[in-house]
């Protein structure tokens, strides 16, 4: 089955630098791959995402870069804040059907510091 | 987005007994949807796919008769954590896939077995 790993684990950074989450994943029939934020108790929130016939998307301050070659997508968070603090996860699945499981990487938590 | 709501949000319930977890999707129709499991600092395990009509789909080492999961219509799936124990406490998530978009999740439940 697939396997997504994501580092770094923890990340902080001051308020207004970029700040870069990095996944890696194993099935090369994944096509697609969103990211979710997810603050203390709540549920995870799509933020972006990409599919594999597209190498970079961007949504304002977030970005999300995919290699296909290999096999790797970044989160990019620039000019960041401190509502930017919290957990972010990365996935991957085979397709965007009702039926199509999410792989999820481990989750990075980032802090924006003052 | 697509709305996924999740019911209750935290729940405390006695050793031995049943909780239902309500998931509803408000502006579509999810013929699947997900149940997860998250623990503190952890990413998102799995447990199993809710499928309309049918029976659910468990991942390998859930207890299917510990969880029990209907599906009983386009809008709703729950989740019955039966005889529960303290081990069962933990934080459950629902998703549910938008055809074409990325897996909306609902607020999660927080389950607390005294």
């Not at chain 1, 970029?18 to 203390?40: G, H, M, R």
């Not at chain 2, 005889?83 to 999740?105: K, L, M, T, V």
């Amino acid at each position: 089955g697939e396997n997504v790993e994501q580092h770094p684990s923890t990340l902080s950074v001051q308020e207004g630098d970029s700040a870069v989450i990095k996944c890696t994943y194993s099935d090369s029939a994944s096509n697609y791959f969103p990211w979710y934020k997810q603050e203390l108790g709540k549920g995870p929130q799509l933020i972006i995402d990409i599919r594999s016939n597209v190498g970079e998307k961007k949504d304002q301050r977030i970005a999300v870069t995919l290699n296909k070659t290999a096999k790797h997508f970044s989160l990019h968070i620039t000019e960041t804040q401190p509502e930017d603090s919290a957990v972010y996860f990365c996935a991957a699945s085979m397709g965007t059907g009702g039926g199509n499981k999410l792989t999820f990487g481990t989750g990075t938590q980032l802090k924006v510091e003052l | 987005g697509a709305v996924v709501s999740q019911h209750p949000s935290w729940v405390i319930c006695k050793s031995g007994t049943s909780v239902k977890i309500e998931c509803r999707s408000l502006d579509f129709q999810a013929t699947t949807m997900f149940w997860y499991r998250q623990f503190p600092k952890q990413s998102l395990m799995l447990m199993a796919t809710s499928n309309e009509g049918s029976k659910a789909t468990y991942e390998q080492g859930v207890e299917k008769d510990k969880f029990l999961i209907n599906h009983a219509s386009l809008t709703l799936s729950t989740l019955t954590v039966t005889s529960a124990h303290p081990e069962d406490s933990s934080f459950y998530i629902c998703s549910a896939r938008f055809p074409g978009q990325g897996a909306f999740f609902g607020q999660g439940t927080r389950l607390t077995v005294v």
